[in-house]
Nanobody, 118 residues
Framework: VQLQASGGGLVQAGESLRLSCVASGRFLRISAMAWYRQAPGKQRELVAHINSGGSTTYGDSVKGRFTISRENAKNTVLLQMNSLKPEDTAVYYC?????????????WGQGTQVTVSS
């Protein structure tokens, strides 16, 4: 399974970005998909998680601002990021899993840089 993320960039505080991740390759079924991020000098953290039933979980710092969704027919997961803050600056990683168990990652995509200027 390959996960290809796109949509990162440089924006100003208060603006929006939408990240996209497309899964491809030979696989039986991807259950959960998620976005993680890692800022310089910090540990990788969960941003948002969506399971096979469409239930979502968000990191505390992004609740109310970010929305994760998926398009199963296109093997795609999206992350709509609104009201961006400088502290959202990080490399964002797409992740997929064959299980709905939170924080269990089977496949990682490459990162996409998001930079928010003040």
């Amino acid at each position: 399974v390959q996960l290809q993320a796109s949509g990162g960039g440089l924006v100003q505080a208060g603006e929006s970005l939408r990240l996209s991740c497309v899964a491809s390759g030979r696989f039986l079924r991807i259950s959960a998909m998620a976005w993680y991020r890692q800022a310089p000098g910090k540990q990788r953290e969960l941003v948002a998680h969506i399971n096979s039933g469409g239930s979502t979980t968000y990191g505390d710092s992004v609740k109310g601002r970010f929305t994760i969704s998926r398009e199963n027919a296109k093997n795609t997961v999206l992350l709509q990021m609104n009201s961006l803050k400088p502290e959202d600056t990080a490399v964002y990683y797409c992740a997929g899993s064959y299980t709905d168990v939170p924080n269990f990652v089977t496949w990682w995509g490459q990162g996409t840089q998001v930079t928010v200027s003040s």
